[in-house]
C-alpha cells in the first residue's frame, strides 16, 4: 500500500511538473508574439513619422512646385544666340590684343587646330579645366583617323610621311609638329596658311576663299590665330615671304642652289646680303668691300632656318 501511494504522489508530481512546463511555454510564446507586436507597431511608428522627410516623387514636387513655377522655360535658340555671340566676341577683339588669338596651353599648335575645327564658343565653354583629358582623347581619335584608307590617300598625295612620325607626335609628344599640324587639317579639309618669321608653309583643302593663318614662334613654341583676315595681307604672304616646299622644315644641300636662288631666299627671309665695309688696319679712314661668297650667303640662311 505505501508503494502505491508512493507511486501516485510521483504521477501527481509529475503531471505538476508538466502543466507548470506547460503554462511557461506558453507565457514564453506570448511574450515573444507580444515583444514583436511592440517591435513591428514601434517601426510602423517610425515609418509614418519619417514619412514626409523621405525622398519621394510626392515631396519633390511639393518642395519645387514654387521653384519651378518661376523658372523661365529653355529656349534653344538663346543658347545657340549666345554662343554665336562668344565667335563674335574672339573674332570682334582685335585691337586690343594685335588682331590674335592665342590659345593658353602647352601644345598651342595642336589647340589652334582643335579652335578652327569645332570653333572658339566650344574651346572657351566646353574645355575648360578638362583640357588634358580632351586634348588626350582627341589626339587618340585622330591616331585612328589617320589610318583609315581614305585618309592615307590624302596624305600620301600631299607627301606626308611617314604614318608612324605622325602617331608619335599624337600619342607621345608633348607639342605636335608642323608636319602633324598640317596632316590634321588636310583630313579635316581647312584651308591653312602657316606664318613662321618670314617663312610660309600652306595647304588649302576646299574651294572656300577663306584661309585660316596661324602664325608661329619657333623658339618659344607658342602659336596663334591672326582674326579678321583680308585678301591683301593673304597676298602679302604669299608674294614677299618664302613658301616652304612641304613641310619639313629644312634647306636643301647648297650645291642644289645657284647663287641667284640663294639671294631671292635671302631677301623673301629679309637676310641682309648687301656689301659690307670693313676698315683698313693701315687706314680707318678708307673702307674695303667684302663681297658674299655662296657658303656665306648659304650660311646665313642655314642660321635662319
Same mark, same amino acid.
Given at each position: 500500500m505505501s508503494q502505491n501511494l508512493g507511486h501516485n504522489n510521483y504521477k501527481q508530481e509529475n503531471?505538476?511538473?508538466? &502543466?507548470? &512546463?506547460?503554462?511557461? !511555454?506558453? +507565457? @514564453?510564446?506570448?511574450?515573444? $508574439?507580444q515583444?514583436?507586436? +511592440?517591435?513591428?507597431?514601434?517601426?510602423? +511608428?517610425?515609418?509614418?513619422?519619417?514619412?514626409?522627410? #523621405?525622398? *519621394?516623387?510626392?515631396n519633390l514636387a511639393r518642395f519645387t512646385k514654387d521653384i519651378l513655377s518661376n523658372?523661365?522655360?529653355?529656349? %534653344?535658340? !538663346?543658347?545657340?544666340? @549666345? #554662343?554665336? $555671340? %562668344?565667335? @563674335? /566676341?574672339? &573674332?570682334?577683339?582685335? *585691337?586690343?590684343?594685335?588682331? /590674335?588669338?592665342?590659345?593658353? $596651353?602647352?601644345?598651342?599648335?595642336?589647340?589652334?587646330?582643335? /579652335?578652327?575645327?569645332? =570653333?572658339?564658343? @566650344?574651346?572657351?565653354m566646353e574645355v575648360g579645366s578638362q583640357y588634358f583629358t580632351v586634348e588626350k582623347t582627341e589626339k587618340f581619335k585622330y591616331i585612328e583617323l589617320l589610318r583609315c584608307k581614305e585618309n592615307k590617300d590624302l596624305l600620301k598625295i600631299n607627301k606626308i610621311k611617314p604614318l608612324s612620325e605622325l602617331e608619335d607626335d599624337l600619342a607621345n609628344k608633348e607639342r605636335i609638329s608642323i608636319k602633324t599640324f598640317f596632316a590634321l587639317c588636310i583630313i579635316e579639309k581647312l584651308n591653312i596658311l602657316l606664318v613662321d618669321k618670314r617663312k610660309i608653309y600652306q595647304s588649302m583643302n576646299n574651294d572656300s576663299p577663306s584661309i585660316n593663318v596661324i602664325h608661329r614662334n619657333s623658339q618659344s613654341y607658342e602659336h596663334y590665330i591672326e582674326l579678321n583676315v583680308n585678301n591683301e595681307s593673304i597676298t602679302n604672304f604669299k608674294e614677299t615671304y618664302y613658301n616652304v616646299i =612641304?613641310?619639313?622644315? *629644312?634647306? &636643301?644641300? #647648297?650645291?642644289?642652289?645657284?647663287?641667284?636662288?640663294?639671294l631671292t631666299l635671302c631677301k623673301k627671309l629679309n637676310i641682309v646680303t648687301g656689301p659690307e665695309p670693313t676698315l683698313s688696319a693701315s687706314n680707318n679712314t678708307n673702307s674695303k668691300i667684302k663681297k658674299l661668297t655662296k657658303k656665306d650667303i648659304y650660311e646665313l640662311l642655314v642660321k635662319s632656318f
Open positions: 503531471n505538476y511538473n508538466n &502543466k507548470y &512546463k506547460q503554462q511557461s !511555454n506558453y +507565457n @514564453k510564446q506570448n511574450n515573444y $508574439k515583444e514583436n507586436n +511592440n517591435k513591428q507597431n514601434i517601426n510602423y +511608428n517610425v515609418v509614418e513619422d519619417l514619412q514626409d522627410y #523621405m525622398f *519621394t516623387s510626392q523658372l523661365e522655360p529653355v529656349n %534653344i535658340s !538663346n543658347i545657340h544666340e @549666345k #554662343m554665336s $555671340k %562668344i565667335e @563674335k /566676341i574672339v &573674332k570682334t577683339k582685335s *585691337t586690343a590684343d594685335n588682331n /590674335i588669338y592665342k590659345p593658353l $596651353k602647352k601644345d598651342s599648335l595642336f589647340w589652334c587646330f582643335y /579652335i578652327l575645327k569645332y =570653333g572658339y564658343s @566650344k574651346y572657351e =612641304g613641310f619639313d622644315d *629644312t634647306l &636643301k644641300s #647648297m650645291t642644289s642652289y645657284k647663287v641667284d636662288e640663294l
